[in-house]
C-alpha cells in the first residue's frame, strides 16, 4: 500500500446540513479510483474540500502522508492536486497555445519571453493528439479535445493527482474511448485520477478501486476486482431497499386517462404507457434514464413526436400555461431555483399557480388569498408561525410542503411530482408519501418521477422501469417484489 | 430553538423599506422647510409637484418592468418623439405639418410610441435581448424621429390653438391638468400593483421567471403588455410636455429615463427585481424633485444638481442594503 491521498475523519458542515459526516479512506498511488454516490451524498463537497474551494469543519487530508491545507485552488494546483470539472475551466475566446500558458506567462520587462516550458506541452499536446493545431483557437475544438489541451497542462504542470468530474457526460463513443487510453498512459507514469461518473460501466471499465457514499457518509471503499457485480454497487449507493409499506389500492382500470404512444424525442425513445385515473405511478430510473425529459413533454415544456391523449383528447401543449389551464401541475425537481419564488411569502406562492381561484374579473380578493393559504398551511403541516414568512427561510421538507401546496391549490388532475422527496428529511419524507396517497385517493392521477427505489416501492401502485430514455418495462406493485431485479433492469439489463 | 415573534404590527419587507423613504420623505422635507423658507409656501409646493408630475407618470409602467426584473431606457426618446409627432400632425400643410385635426394627430402620436413599446417587448421577449441594450437602442430610435419630425429643432409655428389644452388649463385655480392625470395615473397603477392578478404576476416573474412558468404565468404577455403600456404612457407624456411649451421639441424628454430609474430605486424597487412599489417611486420623485427645487432657490449652479443625483443613487442603494442586510440578519438569528 502506497497511498497519495488519505483523508482522515473529514467532516464539513453547512449551516443545518451535515455534507460529510467523518469520512475517512485512502486513494492509491497510480491507480484510478471512483467515487460513487447519488445527487446530494458528498462527492462534490469531497472535491471541493480536495481542491480548496471550500473549507472543512473537521478532519485531515494526507497527501504523501503529510497534511496539507488548500485553501484555494491555486494552492491545491501547486500542491498537484488538478481537477478537470465538467465545465471546463477553458478560456474559449484563446488559442489553445495561449491555454496552455495561462497563468505562467513568464515575463521580462513587461514583454513575453519565449517560453521552453510551454514549447514542451505543444509537444505533449502534439503527441496525444496529433489533430489539435496549437494555434487554433479553443472554441473550435470539440469537448474531447478540449480536455484534452486540461489533461495536458495538468500533467505537465507535475500534477500528482488528477480529479475528472464526470469527463464523459459530453462525449462520444470514440472519444470515451480515447480517454480511457489516455487515463491508462497517465497511470503508467504513475499519476492518481480520482473518477466520478453516474455510468457504472465505466467503473469496472477503468476503476482500479471505488468509494461510495451515501448521505454524507462513508460506505465503502473497495477493490474493483472485489466488487461482485453493478447491483452491488447499486445497492452501495441506493442504501437498503427497505420499503416503507405499500398498502394495494383500488385503481379502476377500464379506460386509461393518460395514454401515450411512441413518445420520442432527443432524449426519450418511443415511450408507450397507459395511466388510470386515481392512480400512482412512479417513474424510476437512474440520473440520465429520461424522467425529468418525460416530465417535461407531459408539461408542454419540450417538444416530441408521438401521440399523447389526455382523458381521451389529445395534448399537445404549447407552455406550462397551456398545460395548467388543462389541469396539469408540476412539482419541479429543482425546487428552489424553479418550483418556489423564496423571496416572497408562504402566501403568495400558495396561490400562484391558480389567480383565479382568489380574485374575481382579474381583482384580488385579499382575504380569499388568506383563507386558501391557512388552509393548505394546516392541511400540509407546514412548520411555521405565520403564512407571511418568506419561503427562503423553511426547511427543505417545509419548502416542499409549499410546492405541493401550490400544486394542490391549481386543482389540477395530474401531479407531476419530479424527485418529490429531495434533500428532505426522513419524517418529512413519510409525511410527503402520504399526501401523495391523500391526492390519488381524492380521484387524482399522480406520477412520481423518482431515483429512490424505496420511495416508488412505498407509494406508487405501478413502477414504470426507465433506462436512458426507454420505457424498459412496467411492474405491478406488490409486497414480495425483489427490489435486486429491479435495479439490474434499471441498469440496463434484459426486463 | 425559541421562536420570537415581533412585537406589534408586522410589515412586509416592502411595506418596510416604504415606509423609511416615506420617513426620509419627511425628513427632507422638514430641513429644507427649515433652512429654505420660501420652500414651504403654497406657490412653491405646488410648483413641485406640478414639475414632477409628469415625471411621475412616465415612471409608474417603468416600475412595474422593473419589478418583473426588465428596464425601459426608452421612455425619454418616446416622450420626445410622442411630442414632435403630434405638433406634426397638426401642423399646417402651409408650414410643412399634415394638417390633420388635433384629435387625429394625438391618435396618431400615441399609436406611433406605443409601437416603440411594442417593439421593446418583441426584442426582450421574443428575440432575447437584454432590456437595457433593447430600449437603450429604442431609445435613440424614438428620439432620431422626434430630431427628423423636428427637423433638429421645433415643431412650433401653424399649431392649432387646442393644442394648448393639455398644458395650461386650470382646475380650481390650482389644480394642473397633468397634476390631475398623475393623481389619476397613481390611483390606476397603484391599484393594479396591488389589487390585481396582473399585479401579483409582476411580482412572481421577478422574484423567479423560471418558477413564474412553470406555475403558469405568460411571462412573454405580462412583459409585453408592460411594455406596450409604457410606450403609450411615455407618448401622452410627450403631448402633455410639448402642449405646456406650445410646440414639439425634439430634445424634450433627455433623461427622463435617468431620472426615473433614480426615483425608482430611491422608492425602494430592486434592480433585480421582485420587490418594488410605485407608491415607492412618487416618493422617490418627490424627494429628488424637492432637493432640486431647493438647490434652486439658493442659486445652486445648474451643474451641482446632477453630481447630487448622481450621490442620491448611489447613497440610497447602499442603504437600501443596509437596511435589507440587517433585517435578514435578525431573520436568521430568529430561525
Redesign the interface.
Known sequence: MDPILQIQNLTKKYPGVLALDNVSFDIERGSVHCLLGENGAGKSTLIKILTGAQVRTDGMILMNRKPIDAHTTKEARELGISTLFQELNIVDQLTVEENLSLGMEPMKFGFFTKNTELERMVGALKHMEPSIDPKQLVSKLSVAKKQMVEIVKAVETKAEVIIMDEPTAALSEGETKRLFEIIDQLKQNSVTVIYISHRLEEVFDIGDSVTVLRDGCHIATKKISEVESKAELIRMILGKTVVETYTPRAVDRTTPFIEARNISNDKLNDVSFDIYKGEIAGFYGLVGAGKTELANVL?GLDAYKGNLRINGAEARYA???E???NGIT?A?EERR?????????IR?NI???N?KKI?KN???NASAIKRVSGEYVERLNVAT??D?K?VG?LSGGNQQKVVFA?CLN?EADIFLLDEPTRGVDVGAKEEIHNIIKQLADEGRTCLVFSSELPEVLSCCDRIFLMHEGELMTIIDNALDIDGDEIIHIVAGGDA | MDRVRTRGVQFSDQAQLTLWMLGLLVVVFVVLSIVQPAFLTQGNLRNVINQNSVLIIVSLPVTMLMITGNFDLSIGGVIGMGGVLAAWFCQSVVQGGAGLPYWVAVILALLATTAIGWLNGFLVTRLGVASVIATLGTMSIARGIAYIGASGSMVELGLPRVFRFFGTTEIAGFFSLSMIFMIVAILVFFFIQSQTVFGQKIYLIGANMKAAQLSGVSVRKQINTLYIVSGFVSGFAGILLASRLGAGDCKVGLEYEFNAVVAIILGGTSLYGGRGSVIGTVIGVFIIGMIANTLNMFGANTAWQPIIKGLVIVGAILFQRYAMGLKDRRKLRLE
Open positions: 408539461f407552455s406550462a400555461s398545460a395548467v389551464e408540476l419541479p431555483s424553479q418550483g418556489l419564488f423564496t423571496m416572497l411569502s403568495k396561490v400562484s399557480m389567480m380574485s382579474g381583482i384580488i408561525d405565520t407571511e418568506e427561510f401550490k391549481s
